[in-house]
């Protein structure tokens, strides 16, 4: 086994020890610190990948924007004890099953795609093109997604202020 495998394992079981905690903890600070090192390991698998910005979005945007704003919200309503109810099997029960075929239906789609390595050298990188793209209302433009970020982490901050204000 090389580096690379080695590499794709660890963050791969990062990434899914970490999600299984983090939709099975009680305690909502717990939930978002899994959360946090989910996020942090899929940025990783960025990296590996040599896709460095969007392994830097992933950093800054969702692993260093939303859970922080999460946590935040959480401290700031001084609802850090907060413990989730259990759920019902009459819960628990349609998720595993829905959990059990997404899971089947992804690798049933990996093991039957034929990945070919490619011969192509990769794309330079020029960062006055990416920041005239970043601030461009144009065809190529990112300032349409960038608003649509900032509402995604206003949805977030409401989110977990409601949630961590439940029960009151």
Known sequence: ???????????????????????T???????????????????????????????????????GGIV????????????????????????MLPAALASLAGMLLTIYCILNYNFTPTDKAPVAVNMKVIGNQLLSVDYNGYALPFEVISILLLAAMIGAIIIAKKGK
Do not use: C
Request: overall charge positive; hydrophobic content about 60%; proline content about 1%.
């Open 1 to 23: 086994m090389n580096a690379y495998k080695l590499m794709f394992i660890l963050f791969s079981a990062a990434i899914v020890v970490f999600s299984i905690f983090t939709v």
């Open 68 to 91: 922080v704003l999460i946590i935040f919200s959480i401290l700031l309503t001084h609802q850090i004890d907060h413990k989730f109810e259990i759920p019902s099997w009459r819960k």
């Open 25 to 63: 903890t009680r305690k909502i600070l717990r939930a978002a610190v899994y959360l946090l090192f989910v996020l942090i390991s899929t940025s990783g698998i960025y990296f590996w990948l040599n896709y460095q910005f969007m392994a830097a979005v992933q950093l800054t945007l969702y692993a």
